[in-house]
């Protein structure tokens, strides 16, 4: 039985003596996503570092905030004389806040400029295809860097598994169009699938705690020296 012990602690000494030799690293994401600004504040969670007891010591927290945004517009004109020159607009901007982070970012993206011939016949009916009509397609941007914190390491480490809160406000989702010259007095736009997606990863660089251990090599030790 001591034997079966003995021989326990010192495979235990090995693999903290290979943690202590490099720190280890462990990240988190989450997201929540918005299809307009007149929508409430979301909270995102994330986990904190599980400390352990104690046994693992947290020695850097770095948190990342993406976004990301698009819609898909449609335009048709239904001014019967007058032809247009307009692309389409998206503009998403957000808050994000949490322990020791304040972000905020935002995005604007334009479609080129398309022509539109005056109205063909289809009037109140809406129909985006051309001469008159435009289906701009998704306009959007992919994953954007809002920002990177260090917070203190004291938000998020923790005795036990918990959760860090962020909470993420969609300031303001346009989708619109820009007329360049005249503006035609009847017209419409059709929007699908707008959306702001906002990500926040959390990455916790740890070590084990050196006085355990020292204690479990001395621990160790110990029992071998019995054994003789
Ligand atoms: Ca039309
Ligand atoms: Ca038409």
Known sequence: ??????????????????????????????????TSDLQDPQDLYLPKFDNQG?????????????HSGSAQPKADNDDPFKSAVVRARVIRQFSAIGPGVFSSGG?????PFINLDPDNGDL?????????????????????????????????DSNGPANVAFNVSPLLMV????????????????????????QVCVTYTYSP??????LLAVGGLALLRRRR
């Open 1 to 34: 039985m001591r034997k079966m012990l003995a021989g326990g602690i010192l495979v235990a000494v090995a693999v903290c003596c290979g943690a202590v030799a490099s720190a280890d690293e462990v990240s988190y994401c989450n997201f929540v996503s918005f």
């Open 175 to 198: 989708n619109d169009l820009q007329f360049e010259g005249i503006t035609p007095d009847a017209w419409q736009l059709e929007v699908e699938y707008p959306i702001l997606e906002v």
């Open 54 to 66: 104690g046994s693992l010591i947290l020695d850097d927290v770095v948190v990342n905030v993406y």
């Open 124 to 156: 109140a009916l809406f129909d985006a295809t051309p001469p008159d009509g435009w289906d701009f397609g998704v306009l959007g941007y992919a994953s954007l860097l809002a920002g990177q914190y260090f917070p203190s390491e004291a938000f998020y």
């Open 209 to 214: 705690e050196p006085a355990s251990l020292g």
């Open 107 to 111: 995005n604007t993206v334009t479609s």
